[in-house]
């Protein structure tokens, strides 16, 4: 036990005994730098330099676009593609609960009883037996009852007009688009050579406003493409704007049409000076923005 105690202690001592490391010039052998140091000194230093290089370098890699430079992390288009990816998959599952609530509506119309998006206790209230009811014809009555159904019969020009009109209601063609920025359009839309945009230049630091209310889905930094905002719209529409600078939203925000979002920034490593790269998507498809937007 004695004999285990003096091993310690003199390993202990040995650790902690000074060495005096010195530099001379080898010319004129004048002493430039001296430092004493222990064995116990030395390893502590080595220890807390690999501990903060280990810290700098994980921080580093987590909060920073150096992450992408990893082999098999996604980059800037990995992203992108997944996000319009989960926005066509969202558009999908709420056509498909509309088809399965309307075949379910259906079912129940024809066994008998009431779709789920009527209240049946207002039906009930109003509902009564046809064969309580009186009512009579009055000559006049079945007059232009007969006029109405003729009308209505051979009137093929204004049925389609009607159906028309729906239609363009609920069409992009209907929607009045706010300008994201006003500018030269430097490159035009060109799907034969995947170019899904339009590049504006204008005036570094210019305002960059959304096209329509909507909501933010994405707000992100990739190394291609800087600063990177998509905003979602009614009728499927998605707007997205890239090489920004100064962004003033987050994820989640909702935006009115004409709000300012950020201002022409040459962020990115593709970009090759001031401008806005403007994307404008519906249900998945890409759409030139000059038949739809004025940017003169």
Request: net charge positive.
């Amino acid at each position: 036990m004695a004999l285990k105690r003096a091993h310690t202690r003199f390993f202990w001592r040995k650790i902690k005994d000074k060495y005096r490391l010195t530099i001379y010039n080898t010319t004129t052998y004048e002493e430039v730098f001296n430092v004493n140091l222990s064995k116990l000194n030395v390893l502590v230093i080595f220890g807390t330099t690999i501990t903060l290089t280990a810290v700098i370098v994980t921080t580093l890699i987590a909060y920073t676009p150096l992450k992408e430079f990893i082999p098999g992390y996604p980059d800037g288009k990995t992203n992108e593609q997944i996000i319009l990816n989960q926005i066509k998959i969202d558009s999908i599952e709420y056509k498909l609960k509309i088809k399965e609530q309307y075949l379910e509506n259906l079912k129940l119309i024809l066994s008998g009883g009431v779709p789920k998006t009527y209240k049946t206790d207002s039906i009930n209230k109003t509902t009564k037996k046809l064969t309580e009811l009186n009512i009579k014809k009055s000559k006049e009555d079945s007059i232009l009852r007969d006029q109405v159904e003729k009308e209505d019969k051979y009137s093929v020009i204004s049925k389609e007009l009607s159906e028309k009109n729906s239609k363009t209601e609920n069409s992009i063609n209907s929607l009045s688009f706010y300008p994201p920025v006003k500018g030269i359009v430097l490159e035009k839309f060109n799907s034969e050579k995947n170019h899904f945009a339009i590049d504006i230049v204008g005036k570094e630091k210019s305002p960059i406003c959304s096209v329509l209310d909507g909501s933010v889905i994405f707000v992100g930094y990739t190394i291609e493409t800087g600063n990177v905002i998509y905003i979602q719209h009614k009728n499927n529409i998605l707007s997205v704007y890239k090489h920004i600078r100064n962004v003033s939203v987050q994820q989640g925000d909702y935006v009115l049409k004409g709000k300012a979002i950020a201002s022409i920034g040459n962020t990115g490593k593709l970009s090759t000076g001031p401008h806005l790269h403007f994307e404008l998507w519906e249900n998945g498809i890409p759409l030139n923005p000059e038949n739809y937007i004025n940017f003169e």
